[in-house]
């Protein structure tokens, strides 16, 4: 009897835990590595750095979802390092991200709150709480109307698609800026923004005012922006989904891929995805307690695709990963056959060799 049940138990109690053991002499990659014969979150962050780098080396098209107040919380540089690098080659970015990094690109800051101040005592001054920081309500009114500026000089009676918009965009912000954000890194590394709440921004808003002043007639061409996220979905040989912070930039990719309808193409899912999220994923789980059945957490995916659930504010994980891809991308990247996309009229031209 117990030979027959160690029979049945065995092709699924094949790989014990390895205990996490404390060595000052190992990087944060060496961390990694062991966390991989971790449990629970421990393996889940360790399976998503490797997941980044199995994509990175297997030619896939590569993209970050990201919302939330990462900026204000100090990821700007980290993301723009990753963007240089082109460890991602598409972004779908939220509004409220892209103002917060325009803020800082303009050579403005946000600060760290403190339990101790009071939203009457914030209001009074003119200060705005983002979670636990801080930025400045008169700083803000300045990008909105550094955003009315540059709306005002681009073509009248033509809309722009977001992407396209934020690409020039990018330009702009490039010359005069000291340090390079998300928009300037993306603009110098010729990687696509989509951004599809930029109506539920600040952006917006700074066009907006500027429209009220009657000094621009900026229009926006939303189905463009559907259109090439359908190219690139036809066009990639495989995908990768990395999502920060929530499931609307997700969404919105997912969308690009049942998109491919339109040219008559089944829809393939992501190859590769990874959700670092502080939230326990919104579906429930199988009674063992197992992701196998957490599609939904991921975006689209293929059968049998490569995912990793961190259930972990993004600003504890995402600089442990980043800073470990820096010690491990290199030689995923040498031989790396990235898409490349070409800024050339209002239509965005993408190939993959």
Avoid at 29 to 36: F, P, R, S, W
Avoid at 147 to 154: D, K, R, V
Avoid at 215 to 230: G, H, I, P, R
Avoid at 278 to 299: D, K, T, Y
Wanted: charged fraction near 20%.
């Amino acid at each position: 009897m117990t030979t027959q049940r160690r029979s049945k138990s065995s092709k699924f109690l094949t790989a014990p835990t390895r205990p996490v053991l404390v060595d000052r002499d190992r990087s944060i990659t060496g961390l990694l590595e062991k966390m991989e014969g971790a449990g629970l979150g421990a393996r889940q962050l360790a399976e998503a750095h490797r997941i980044w780098l199995d994509a990175l080396g297997d030619n896939t098209t590569i993209y970050i979802a990201a919302t939330g107040n990462l900026i204000p919380a100090g990821m700007r540089r980290l993301l723009a390092y990753v963007i240089k690098n082109r460890f991602v080659d598409v972004l779908v970015v939220s509004g409220e991200m892209l103002f917060h990094d325009l803020h800082e690109t303009l050579g403005r800051n946000h600060y760290q709150a403190h339990t101790t101040m009071s939203d009457e005592e914030l209001d009074g001054a003119s200060i705005v709480r983002i979670g636990d920081t801080l930025g400045n309500s008169d700083e803000y009114r300045e990008a909105d109307e550094w955003i009315g500026g540059f709306a005002n000089q681009l073509e009248p009676n033509r809309p722009y698609s977001v992407r396209e918009f934020l690409h020039f965009l990018g330009k702009e912000l490039a010359e005069i800026a000291t340090e390079d954000g998300v928009i300037t890194s993306a603009y110098k590394a010729r990687i696509p923004i989509y951004c599809p709440d930029l109506g539920n921004s600040e952006i917006c808003l700074g066009i907006a005012q500027s429209r009220f002043e009657k000094k621009n007639s900026v229009t926006f061409d939303l189905a463009q922006d559907s259109l090439e996220m359908m190219q690139i979905s036809q066009k990639s040989r495989s995908t990768c989904l990395i999502s920060l912070g929530g499931i609307d930039g997700h969404n919105y990719i997912n969308l690009s891929d049942i998109s491919l309808n339109i040219v008559r193409t089944a829809p393939r899912g992501h190859k590769y995805a990874v959700t670092i999220c502080p939230e326990a994923p919104c579906i429930s789980p199988r009674p063992n307690g197992s992701l196998s059945e957490m599609s939904q957490v991921f975006g689209k995916t293929m059968k049998n695709a490569f995912t990793a659930y961190v259930q972990c504010d993004a600003t504890i994980a995402l600089p442990i990963i980043v800073t470990s891809l820096s010690q491990t991308a290199a030689k995923y990247m040498k031989g790396r056959k990235r898409p490349n996309f070409i800024f050339a009229g209002r239509e965005m031209q993408i190939e993959v060799s």
